[in-house]
């Protein structure tokens, strides 16, 4: 190729690069990241801004600046273009400047540059408004939206704090107590307690002892039924509130899609709808007390659960085959058999029991009777309760081990001693699981102090059962 081609040819690359450096130029200060702030009102959006973290003095010396460093560019490129026209037009024609011209050129390529340098200058002239467009997208969710709320909001203020508690009860908020849980959380939590209370297994203990626990269980069951339910209506009363926390997180989303200017608008009008939202939250903010009561219910509940797997089952089985306690079958049953035949009453029960073997009729002797009350207890499906219809069972079951023995003796005796065993047992296993102590590992599990052992753990259960019954039948 000859020098006169090699200069056109570079020359041309040389026109070719600034026409892309103009539409660069162009199209970098058409966008709307930084044309738009030549279309807001910084003075009238000045909160906003400064709520944000932006600086409307900044981004007004910016819009003083950039346009400054963009004409500088465009007026380089331009004269490096006519520069270049010029080159062109003197080898038209002299062929012999063809090695000097092609020297110009490249030293014109040389200079060309340094456009590079001046690109930095102006991307550095808008880096504010860069900023400016991040900081914006950060308020796109609704935690910082309340921040901007409050302070955008006149005369609306106090009515904040006690909206944004109750507004926690509809949204997970981070960084806020770990133990704090939105509504719709917390109404998964009674229904798994359920499950886990009723998957305890207490098969391997005497039957009145698993009836005992049937019965603490059953309470507890039918106490979390009770939140369940109030959850629901609490639920159900916020419904409206629920679906204005969707629409403006829906609006939020929307923004994403917005240059500066649309989401200076948009983030004004989210904040009036967040403000109307926290204002009408004021008005329920004694939700968030009543909610306070249901954690605490479930924290009880959740620790009966862990203490009925973890120590009271387990113990009560090691306490029931130990020799002498009073959870054995055989202590009780011993005991209560010797009580049946010593002293003066038994001498005469033995005396009249061996007249009625000898008539024939069916009489026991001590040996039997032990059998029959460690029975008693090992079988025993009925102990709580005292309508007719609990007391017609326990009477069936009681006539099922001695309605065999004659009326009135000895059998009026034997029925006697029977339900007597029955209550003396019970009421030890109810000692039992009343007097365990709670560890304090499992203390530190509540959020609200524990009483130290079981019973008033129960009685607190009871109230907390008798509160929510109440407030659903007000509901």
Not at 119 to 124: A, P
Not at 169 to 189: C, H, S, W
Not at 354 to 359: E, N, R, Y
Not at 435 to 450: C, F, G, R, T, Y
Request: hydrophobic share 45%.
């Amino acid at each position: 190729m000859s020098t006169l081609s090699q200069t056109k040819s570079l020359l041309e690359a040389i026109r070719a690069d600034l026409k892309r450096e103009k539409e660069g130029l162009i199209n970098f200060l058409k966008s709307p990241k930084i044309a738009d702030w030549q279309t807001i009102d910084l003075k009238k959006n000045q909160p906003l801004l400064a709520a944000i973290g932006i600086d409307p003095n900044l981004i007004n010396a910016a819009l003083i600046e950039y346009p400054k460093q963009a004409k500088k560019i465009a007026k380089q490129i331009s004269d490096f273009d006519n520069e270049i026209g010029n080159q062109m037009a003197d080898l038209i024609g002299q062929p012999d400047l063809a090695e000097p011209a092609l020297a110009q050129a490249q030293a014109l390529e040389e200079r060309c540059r340094g456009l590079a340098a001046m690109k930095e200058e102006l991307q550095g002239s808008t880096h504010q408004f860069m900023v400016a467009d991040q900081l914006l997208r950060q308020q796109l969710e609704l935690r910082p939206m309340l921040v901007i709320a409050k302070l955008l909001t006149v005369g609306k203020r106090e009515f904040f704090d006690g909206g944004i508690a109750t507004l926690s009860l509809l949204v997970p908020f981070p960084g806020a107590d770990e133990r704090n849980q939105t509504i719709q959380e917390m109404r998964q939590e009674p229904g798994k307690l359920t499950e886990r209370l009723q998957r305890l297994d207490v098969t391997k203990l005497p039957r009145l002892i698993e009836e005992v626990l049937f019965h603490h269980i059953e309470v507890a069951v039918a106490a979390t039924k009770e939140v369940d339910e109030f959850l629901v209506t609490l639920s159900d009363r916020l419904t409206r509130e629920v679906e204005g926390v969707a629409v403006i997180e829906q609006g939020l989303s929307a923004l994403q899609a917005e240059s500066p200017a649309g989401l200076v608008a948009g983030i004004t009008r989210q904040a009036g709808m967040v403000a109307n939202l926290i204002s009408a939250l004021y008005h329920k903010r004694q939700l968030k007390e009543t909610m306070t009561t249901v954690n605490e219910a479930l924290d009880l509940l959740n620790i009966f659960h862990l203490l009925l797997k973890n120590r009271i089952i387990p113990d009560l089985q090691k306490e029931v085959a130990l020799p002498g306690s009073p959870l054995s079958p055989i202590t009780i049953a011993a005991k209560m058999t010797r009580s049946f035949f010593v002293g003066a009453a038994g001498i005469i029960r033995s005396l009249k029991l061996m007249m009625t073997s000898l008539t024939g009729k069916a009489a026991i002797n001590e040996n039997e009777l032990q059998l029959t009350l460690e029975r008693a207890i090992m079988n025993c499906k009925t102990f709580y309760g005292t309508s007719r219809e609990d007391l017609k069972k326990m009477k069936f079951y009681i006539d099922s081990l001695v309605g065999q023995y004659p009326k009135p003796f000895p059998y009026n005796e034997l029925f006697k001693l029977t339900r007597a065993t029955l209550t003396t047992y019970g009421d030890e296993v109810e000692k039992f699981i009343n007097n365990h102590e709670i560890p304090k590992e499992m203390q530190n599990l509540s959020a609200s102090p524990l009483p130290a052992k079981i019973g008033p753990l129960l009685a607190a259960i009871a109230r907390h059962k008798a509160i929510f019954q109440k407030a659903n039948a007000d509901n």
